[in-house]
């Protein structure tokens, strides 16, 4: 582990990070293939915390830099503050379309695709970010209120971390589930990003979510 | 009678968790794998009497790993033990032969009621 995060956040806090995040995800993906009814193949959540400057380089290496991505992007907040990202390779949209439409080519036929598309994308934020934020606070005894979601179509990687989102000095946390799904071209990730300024109750709250098990 | 129980999670966390969910009793013996494939090979050192199997995990996932122990004992018990909770895994988990589902995060009255059933 680098340094730079063993000062901040211990490999014992990343483990737990990375357990209640596999718990919370486990869930959203649960809501969602329920939805869908498709089943959403999982991966090892990676859970590092590194600073905020290199986080256009990890999205680059996760999604590849010359890839168009959709984004939905939410803010929480409660005890502990974050952004969740959920991010999909190009093409999925018209997939979700597909799926959400029951493969009836007609039931959103008067629809802009983009309007359809962004109104597709912002539905499945909604039941993934929320399940699955909605359980990391329940996990962490909190409760979280939302931003309404933003949803950017077609964008490059550059894209998925907006400028503002950061002080660029500071460091991030970073919980990232990959996903896709079964028989279908859906390929994505979800991201949940907190800010340095939540570590410190992070902290705490994972210590007293352990205790439970001493 | 449940001697040895083994435990396959990637996550030393979940392994925490599950074992301090588990009665000490003096009698038990624990063992632990962080994959799949090393849970198989777990499995075939020491034949345990009960195996906790989480669904995500690297190398070799759960589902995988249920396939091949079942091959290896057709009369193993296998408990899933999992946040996965979406109900083809859950299907098809049992399909493959697991006993039961152990949801995560586990709890002691969880893990004692399905530890009842499988003695």
Redo the contacts between chains.
Sequence with gaps: MPDHQESIISSDEI??L??IM??????A??DL??YIDI??K???PDVRMIPAAQLPSYFAEMVGERERVSIVEQKFWGKFNGYALLVFTSGAESELISILSCEDPDLFRDEPIDDLAKGTLMEIGNIVVGACVGKIAE?LNDVMAYSPPVVLLERSVADIIPDDMFNSADSAVILNALFCFENREVNGMLVLLFSQASVVWLKKALSEF?EQ?? | MIKKILIVD?????R??LR??IPKEPEYEFFEAADGQAGLEKFKEFTPDLTFLDI???VMGGLECLEAIMKVDQQARIIMC????????LERALNLGAVNILK??PSKESVLKILSEVS
């Design positions: 483990d737990i990375q357990e596999n718990i919370a995800f486990g869930k993906s649960a293939a329920e089943f959403i999982l991966s090892v996990l352990m098990y001493a | 990637d996550s030393p966390v979940a925490k968790i301090s969910c995500t995990m690297p999992t946040a996965d909770i979406q109900i083809k895994s995560k995060p």
